[in-house]
């Protein structure tokens, strides 16, 4: 199955990882509060410590982020 990066597990992208990780995907996932990626970890999903590192390797990028400028943060940020 794909490698899939969920990037914001807020009230859709948790749920959505999770259902993601039950159809058999390999989920990473990164937040920027640590107990909703430790939530995605203990579904069966994997965490990551940065977008950097959560991007590396993934046949498909979702963001589920708040607003514009939230998206644009992260993929034109720093880290990228």
Known sequence: ???VT???L???GLPMGINLVKAGHDVVG???SPA???ALVAAGGRGAVS??????GAHVII????????VEA???GPEV
Not at 63 to 70: E, Q
């Open 1 to 3: 199955m794909s490698t």
């Open 6 to 8: 969920l990037i914001g």
């Open 10 to 12: 807020g009230v859709m």
């Open 30 to 32: 990164f937040n920027r």
């Open 36 to 38: 909703k990626v430790d």
């Open 51 to 56: 977008v950097a590192d959560a991007v590396s």
């Open 63 to 70: 963001t589920m982020l708040p607003d514009s400028p939230d």
């Open 74 to 76: 992260v993929a034109s």
